[in-house]
């Protein structure tokens, strides 16, 4: 039997339900065609966000590494500026040797020299106390001072440290409690071993000048520091003197200074004598050789104009007139002190510059210059290699200043380039500056 209406089974079998293929050539149906196209897109915008995330975790390491290279940098800076500079310049330093006696050591020569006292002089710390100075140059200073002192411990090995004066800035005018800070400061900024002696002059910065010291102030620093007045290590006599108190004008602590001074020659005197003469007593004799004389103030000279070398006065200073009981000695008191004590040797400080000057009888004085920052560009110190016979001296020179200030601008300089360089600043205008040079040359 025939199928009836056969066009409309055709129509029923291409209309009818909903298939899930298409013939070739047929094109995809809306929902079809939405995931089609959204399964690429999908893709470039998973694979955009890794990229980003992979540039940002790229740029937080580069970064990351530029921050530890330059905090490294920094520490390295830190580092050479406050502390190993300090090695660097002192290790150059080196002991003064003595001429060896002619015929030392042979078959009926004199015998050999005896064993040489090594001894460090500084002068004019200026601890700064509780009222002068901002509390930052305090602590500079203080450090450099430190790091200078305990460097020249290691490196030196020295047996003695003598400052002469001016160990403290306002000891003429601190209370007791700022005296005690002070003190306390002072000992840890130059603390020693035990086998290290270090003993010290008063300088009109500790206890006063003459018009303000009293019995309290000089107690009160004798009381830190020996107030032994002669003091003898291997056969070498050191005079340390409170120069301070030789105003010459009879006051009660000048007179009982002169008197002490007067009584120190009177032994010195007995002990050059090869036999006891009367007078003498029964009192332990010094060793005979000719003393070294250790103060703060200088002894009289008009100025520094005959003063040389790189840590002399400025050359405006060089031709000032010194005061005398001021800047220096009087005359009178410095010709007593040459004629009590006929010293061979005279170290002194105050003027915060170096000075060598030529008394009578060919006494050598040494001024001392300062050993702190505050005062100097160019701290020093003097090394002495020291017999009872004979002595030689050398001079340290500390950090200089400007220096140290130099690096830390080239330093800072350097470290600015390094970072402005990723930013593409520096470049810009090197490769401005290439193109106007090369227009400049075809022209």
Not at 31 to 55: H, I, N, T
Not at 105 to 120: D, F, H, I, S
Not at 243 to 272: K, P, T
Request: one cysteine or more.
């Amino acid at each position: 039997m025939k199928e009836a209406h056969p066009e409309r089974k055709a129509e029923v079998q291409v209309h009818s339900g909903d298939s899930d293929t298409t013939t070739p050539g047929q094109k995809p149906g809306f929902l079809e065609e939405s995931v089609w196209l959204s399964a690429p897109l999908g893709r470039d915008m998973a694979s955009s966000w890794l990229g980003a995330r992979r540039q940002s975790l790229h740029l937080l390491k580069t970064r990351g590494f530029l921050l530890l290279k330059l905090s490294a940098a920094v520490l390295a800076v830190l580092l050479f500026c406050e502390f190993l500079i300090y090695y660097l310049v002192i290790f150059r330093c080196s002991w003064p040797e003595l001429k060896t006696p002619e015929g030392a050591g042979t078959p009926g020569a004199p015998k050999a020299p005896e064993p040489v006292l090594r001894a460090m002089f500084l002068a004019d710390t200026h601890l700064l106390g509780a009222i002068r100075g901002h509390w930052l140059d305090k602590l500079r200073r203080e450090w450099q001072m430190e790091r200078a002192f305990q460097t020249a411990l290691w490196l030196l090995q020295p047996e003695v440290v003598f400052i002469l004066g001016d160990i403290f800035d306002e000891g003429k005018w601190s209370s007791p409690e700022a005296w005690a800070d002070d003190v306390g400061r002072f000992w840890r900024v130059f603390r020693h071993p035990p086998h290290v002696q270090l003993r010290a002059v008063a300088g009109n910065h500790d206890i006063g000048f003459h018009y303000q010291m009293d019995t309290y102030r000089i107690k009160r620093f004798e009381k830190v520091f020996n107030p032994e007045r002669l003091f003898s290590w291997k056969g070498i006599n050191f005079v340390m003197i409170n120069s301070v108190a030789l105003e010459g004008d009879g006051c009660d602590i000048c007179s009982r200074a002169e008197a002490e001074l007067l009584e120190i020659s009177h032994w010195l005197n007995c002990s050059r004598e090869e036999h006891r003469p009367r007078g003498c007593g029964d009192r332990q004799w010094l060793p005979a050789s000719a003393p070294i004389l250790l103060q703060h103030f200088p002894l009289y000279r008009k100025n520094d104009a005959n003063c040389s070398g790189e840590d002399a006065a400025p050359p405006d200073e060089k031709y000032t007139p010194f005061k005398e009981r001021y800047d220096v000695l009087s005359w009178e008191v410095s010709r007593k002190l040459l004629w009590w004590l006929r010293p061979r040797l005279i170290l002194s400080g105050h003027t915060h510059s170096a000075c060598e000057v030529q008394h009578r009888a060919g006494v050598l004085e040494v001024s001392v210059p300062s050993f702190s920052w505050r005062n100097r560009n160019n701290p020093s110190f003097i090394m002495g290699s020291i017999t009872p016979m004979d002595y030689a001296l050398a001079k340290c020179y500390l950090p200089c200043e400007d220096m140290v200030l130099t690096t830390y601008c080239v330093a800072a300089g350097c470290l600015m380039l390094i970072m402005l360089i990723p930013t593409r600043l520096v470049s810009v205008p090197f490769h401005f500056g290439q193109r106007v040079l090369r227009k400049f040359k075809t022209m």
